[in-house]
């Protein structure tokens, strides 16, 4: 009597419910309604609509097929009673999900179309996302349940192309935003002047030239960046992650989550270096035109007595700029990457600055002077906690020694004390004001035959 009452029930009073609730919202009026409106989030409200009632309804039912079971209906499946009351509702799904989360994106693109990076359009995507996958969690079968979760969580491709996957989507959002970031910059870097870079006698407003022109937009975005996926990924984690099951299903979709964050700080991480390019560019340019000949070679009356213990002017301008560079990553980039970039910049400022003195010849007044040039950059890298380009720095100016010891002394000072390469030693002595006069050359491969004969 008990399995009759409960199949005439479900039969009868839960069918003509569901007829009640989603006839009026039917599958097939929602999508007539998402292809023929004139707007995709007119549509979009339509088919989500439909998609709540559908996943409302079918919790209440399932709930009330728990129930049922505790009173003892043995003779009866009421689960599958259940689902044979909403195949005539579902059997387009999930295929309606993915198309539904696909117009929530597109809305937001339009919606947000024009506008700087902010978190807005990522909270609406996750939101959106999130509804979706809950609700496919209750509405898919066993069978299909993993693979359309995850194909609404993440494309799991290296090009994030899906278009209705919340990853995909937030990647080609964030990327798009640090590549507007890189061509403004090379644009405004572009548009430097040599002039205006060589004409400009303020300190600060030629350091924000070079600074701030190559480095500010770039650096902006990625700390940004770094607030927001840590943002989403406490988001994903608390709210979507929590809720699968599967274990192997919230394993795979962490597993995306985790390839996602590390392809976007990879994307990050080739960002700064465009900006470091860029940067040592204008740098470049601004050390070919501030550093004069009479710097490293000056005649007796062009310098004073106290010239010699004075840094070079172009010197003042790079300490200042290697300092403005250091507190944009103290403001933007957070402690732990602060010596890391640091490091990496001063590499590549290093190498630099090695091409650059390699342009000038040097008497034994100038070679001092660079070697206080030298001992400036020294320092500063220190100050920043660079130290091992400021180690560098300090080498450099070892080897600088070449510039200044008698030509006798040359080989002496090779073998004993800087125990350096013989390109090395090329390097520095092809500089020197007396490399023909003084027959350096002859100097060296006598000491090299020497060496060969012993």
């Known amino acids: ?18 007829a009640a609730i989603l006839h009026a919202s039917g599958k097939d009026k929602a999508m007539e309604g998402l292809r023929a409106s004139s ?15 559908v996943a409302s309804a079918f919790q209440k039912t399932r709930e009330l097929a728990a129930g049922l079971q505790t009173i003892g209906c043995g003779g009866i499946d009421v689960a599958g009673q259940v689902n044979e009351l909403f195949s005539e509702h579902l059997e387009t799904y999930p295929q309606i999900e993915f198309d539904l989360l696909e117009v929530a994106f597109l809305s937001q693109k339009v919606k947000y179309k024009g506008e700087d990076l902010c978190y807005d359009i990522i909270d609406a995507y996750f939101l959106s996302a999130k509804e979706a996958i809950s609700r496919c969690m209750l509405l898919c079968t066993e069978q299909e349940r993993s693979r359309s979760v995850q194909k609404l ?17 937030v990647y080609q959002y964030l990327i798009a935003m640090l590549q507007t970031a890189m061509d403004d910059t090379d644009k405004k870097c572009g548009s430097i002047s040599l002039f205006s870079l060589t004409s400009e006698a303020d300190l600060e407003a030629l350091t924000d030239k070079i600074v701030g022109t190559s480095l500010d937009h770039i650096f902006e975005v990625v700390s940004l960046f770094s607030s927001y996926i840590s943002r989403l990924q406490a988001s994903v984690g608390d709210a979507i992650l929590e809720d699968l099951e599967p274990q192997s299903l919230r394993d795979k979709c962490a597993e995306s989550l985790e390839n996602f964050i590390a392809l976007l700080e990879s994307s990050v991480a080739q960002a700064l270096t465009f900006g470091i390019s860029n940067c040592l560019q204008v740098f470049g340019k601004v050390m070919k035109a501030r550093q004069i000949r009479t710097d490293f070679c000056p005649r ?17 301008i790079a300490v200042q700029c290697i300092s403005a560079v250091h507190r944009l990553c103290v403001t933007q980039l957070g402690g732990p990457n602060i010596v890391p970039f640091m490091n990496g910049f ?6 630099a600055l090695r091409v650059h003195f390699g342009s000038f010849t040097y008497n034994p007044q100038g070679a001092l002077r660079l070697k206080r040039d030298l001992a400036e950059y020294a320092d500063i890298f220190k100050i920043v906690g660079a130290d091992g380009v400021s180690k560098s720095f300090d080498e450099l100016s070892e080897q600088a020694n070449l510039l200044v010891v ?18 090395t030693v090329q390097f520095w002595v092809k500089m020197r004001e007396d490399y023909k006069s003084a027959k350096i050359e002859q100097l060296l491969a006598a000491e090299l035959d020497n060496r060969k004969s012993l």
């Not at 209705?164 to 989507?169: A, F, I, N, R």
């Open 1 to 18: 009597i008990v399995d009759k009452l409960i199949h005439r029930l479900f039969q009868q009073n839960v069918q003509a419910y569901l």
């Open 39 to 53: 707007s995709a989030a007119d549509g979009g409200r339509q088919v989500e609509s439909f998609l709540r009632n």
């Open 153 to 169: 969580f993440s494309s799991n491709s290296s090009r994030y192309a899906s278009s209705c996957s919340l990853l995909d989507q």
């Open 300 to 316: 007796d009356d062009d310098m004073d007595m106290g010239g010699l213990g004075k840094v070079t002017p172009a010197c003042t």
């Open 346 to 351: 001063g590499d590549n400022v290093f190498q």
């Open 406 to 423: 008698m030509p006798e002394s040359i080989s002496d000072l090779v073998k004993e004390d800087l125990k350096i390469g013989e390109s």
